[in-house]
């Protein structure tokens, strides 16, 4: 599979325009064969990490992928092409490691650690232990303050997960105010669910989603209930809302801004989630938020 989507790539021939060209040189810069596509904008769901920084114009460009200066102004032969920053973030063991950092590996390569029953709907303890220290007993009673893991749970998600999944996971890690606090411990009990926080009263990952596939904990139970409308193969997507374009040309000044103090480009859209996984209570029908946020009517 890996060599089926490097192979795509060493068949994209490519002429590029470069920096010269908005300096109203004529000179076009040319490229090596079969040379990855340039100047376009990641698009939505890809995420380019801060060190791969875009051009002016939010595009990649020679600068997101190489740590050369000048490349695009010297001759392909005359780059050195063994220099540790020739990729950015480099030196490499596999070219593959360094496209991952934009292409999501979906499926092969990172596991998909949430999928944890095989198909008889047996569990295998040697996956629970990826997270916790000892396989939790599922049959037994479990006491939250027993629960051992191989980090704090606060942790776990960040080897396969960006700090900043999705628009608003990096705000949300901070503590509630006691007036939230109460608002979600009544929440809890009523909707039979749990919204555990750190070990410093904080908003983690697993505070809205639930890391285990449904079903692995007993559905009557808080732990183990959690929203799934679609299997894990599909995982969450959504739909594009009407008032998408309209949303984007409000935020863009604001967007622009971001981009240039902190590298990246946000593209945001105005959109609809369709499908859930993985989530203690749907983000759809709003009852997530309200679980901890008390919104005016
Ligand atoms: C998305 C990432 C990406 C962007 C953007 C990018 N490159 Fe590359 N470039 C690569 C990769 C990957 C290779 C190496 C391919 C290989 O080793 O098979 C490469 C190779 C090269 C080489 C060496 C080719 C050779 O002869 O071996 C040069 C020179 C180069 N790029 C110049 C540029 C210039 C100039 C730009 C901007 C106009 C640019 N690159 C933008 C990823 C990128
Ligand atoms: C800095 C981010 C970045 C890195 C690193 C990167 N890519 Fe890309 N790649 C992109 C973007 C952005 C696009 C264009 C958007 C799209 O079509 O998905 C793209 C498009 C592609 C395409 C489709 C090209 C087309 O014409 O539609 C292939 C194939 C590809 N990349 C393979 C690779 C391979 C192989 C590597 C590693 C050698 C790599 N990419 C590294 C960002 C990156
Ligand atoms: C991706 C990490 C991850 C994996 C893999 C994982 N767990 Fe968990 N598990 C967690 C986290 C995080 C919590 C704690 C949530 C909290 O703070 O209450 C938890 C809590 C639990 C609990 C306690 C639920 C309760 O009643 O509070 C049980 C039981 C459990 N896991 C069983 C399992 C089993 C069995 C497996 C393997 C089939 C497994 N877990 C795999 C992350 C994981
Ligand atoms: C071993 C790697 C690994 C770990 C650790 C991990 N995940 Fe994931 N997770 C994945 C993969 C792979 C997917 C599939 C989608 C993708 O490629 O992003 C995924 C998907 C998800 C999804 C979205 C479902 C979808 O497909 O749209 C959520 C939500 C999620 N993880 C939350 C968490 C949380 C919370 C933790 C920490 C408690 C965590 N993950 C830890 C690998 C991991
Ligand atoms: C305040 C609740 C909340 C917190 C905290 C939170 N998420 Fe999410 N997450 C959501 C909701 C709601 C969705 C689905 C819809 C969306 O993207 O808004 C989601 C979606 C996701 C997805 C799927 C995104 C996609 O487009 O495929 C992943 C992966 C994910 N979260 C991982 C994480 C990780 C990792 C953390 C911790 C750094 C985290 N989330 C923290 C609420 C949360
Ligand atoms: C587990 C509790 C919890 C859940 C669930 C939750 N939030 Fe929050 N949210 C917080 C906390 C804590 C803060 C930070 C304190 C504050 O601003 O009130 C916050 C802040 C915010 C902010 C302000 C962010 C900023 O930059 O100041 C917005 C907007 C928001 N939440 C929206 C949502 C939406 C939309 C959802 C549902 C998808 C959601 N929240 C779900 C706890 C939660």
């Known amino acids: 599979m890996k060599a089926i989507f490097l192979c795509l790539i ?6 590029a325009n470069g920096e010269e060209e908005q300096k109203g040189e004529e000179r076009k810069i040319e490229m090596p064969p079969l040379h990855h596509i340039v100047k376009v904008k990641p698009p939505e769901g890809m995420q380019v990490p801060k060190k791969f920084p875009l051009n002016d114009r939010g595009e990649i460009d020679c600068k997101t992928c190489h740590g050369i200066k000048d490349i695009a102004t010297t001759p392909v032969d005359q780059v050195d092409k063994k220099a540790d920053n ?4 480099g030196p490499y063991k ?9 292409h999501k590996k979906k499926g092969y390569e990172r596991p998909n650690i949430h999928k944890l029953l095989d198909d008889k709907g047996e569990i295998d303890e040697k996956d629970c232990e990826y997270c916790h220290k000892e396989a939790p007993d599922l049959k037994k009673e479990i006491k939250r303050d027993e629960l051992e893991f191989r980090l704090p749970p606060q942790k776990l998600c960040f080897g396969c ?3 900043t999944p999705h628009l608003n996971a990096l705000n ?20 039979k669910i749990i919204l555990p926080l750190d070990e410093d009263g904080k908003v983690m990952c697993a505070t809205c989603h639930a890391p285990h596939q449904l079903g692995v904990i007993d559905k009557n139970k808080p732990a183990g209930r959690q929203v799934a409308d679609t299997d894990l193969d599909k995982g969450v997507s959504y739909v594009e809302h009407p008032w998408g374009r309209v949303f984007q ?3 863009k000044a604001r967007l ?5 103090q902190d590298g990246t480009v946000h593209t945001l859209s105005y959109q609809r989630i369709k499908t859930e996984v993985l989530l203690r209570l749907s ?8 679980a901890c946020h008390e919104f005016d009517k």
């Not at 949300?172 to 909707?191: C, F, I, S, T």
């Open 10 to 15: 060493l068949f994209i021939p490519f002429v």
């Open 86 to 89: 020739f990729h950015r973030g």
């Open 94 to 102: 596999a070219l593959s490691d360094f496209c991952h950092h934009c």
């Open 161 to 163: 997960h960006l700090k």
């Open 172 to 191: 949300h890690q901070v503590k509630p105010d006691k007036k939230m606090r109460q608002h979600m411990r009544a929440a809890e009990k009523k909707l």
């Open 249 to 251: 040309l409000d935020k």
């Open 256 to 260: 622009d801004v971001l981009a240039e």
């Open 283 to 290: 983000a759809k029908d709003g009852s997530l938020c309200q």
